[in-house]
């Protein structure tokens, strides 16, 4: 299989698509959607996304330090694509794209219920790194939509069918292919019948 060389540049696709809900010091509501995003630790629950300056919502995040990851789904693929190219300066883009604001339960930041996973989030760095800022922040309070848990009380974000992002696309996810460890897992004996 033969390689070609390209400039240097991010090539890690696909990425979640998600729509980042944020408040001013004014009370003024915000969404937009950023795809440079992702987790960074485990204990304590950390997460980034990566800004650009110039954005309506970055002086926002900025000042008051909180905002919320809302996961994204096949059926927010319109409004995900819209509150990315449109500006909160401009218009209210929750009742352009018919969002339900709800309130989150720790940062004060609304949340839209239509998204199966809002995260909560709180800076604690900013890295200005060139084109973006990176706001590095604890992850403060999760809240699940009921809707995609089973009888066990396990969470599947399957079921909402997930978006993501890749080279200027939106997807929908697809078949599970395993889970995590099942490459190592040792198979089950089956007991024989007496």
Not at 104 to 124: F, G, H, L, W, Y
Not at 136 to 148: F, I, P, R, W
Not at 167 to 182: A, M, P
Request: glycine share 8%.
């Amino acid at each position: 299989m033969a390689k070609v060389s390209w400039k240097p540049g991010n090539m890690i696709y696909p990425l979640p698509a998600v729509m980042v809900t944020c408040r001013g010091k004014d009370g003024e509501d915000n969404v937009l959607t950023i795809a440079w995003t992702g987790t960074i630790c485990t204990n304590p629950p950390m997460t980034y996304i990566s800004v650009r300056p110039e954005r309506h919502s970055y002086q926002m995040i900025r000042e008051t330090g909180e905002f919320v990851i809302n996961l994204t789904t096949k059926k927010l693929t319109k409004a995900t694509d819209f509150v990315g190219v449109r500006s909160g300066k401009d218009m209210d883009k929750f009742e352009q794209m018919h969002l339900t604001k709800g309130e989150a339960q720790v940062v004060n930041v609304s949340v839209i219920e239509e998204s199966p996973v809002n995260i909560e989030c709180r800076v604690v760095e900013v890295k200005e790194l060139g084109s973006h800022h990176m706001f590095l922040a604890e992850v403060v309070n999760v809240m699940v939509d009921e809707s995609y848990m089973d009888e066990k009380g396990t969470f599947h974000l399957d079921w909402a069918e997930p978006l993501v992002y890749s080279h200027g696309g939106y997807y929908e996810t697809g078949e599970k292919l395993g889970t995590f460890g099942y490459s190592v897992r040792k198979k089950k004996k089956k007991k024989r019948k007496k």
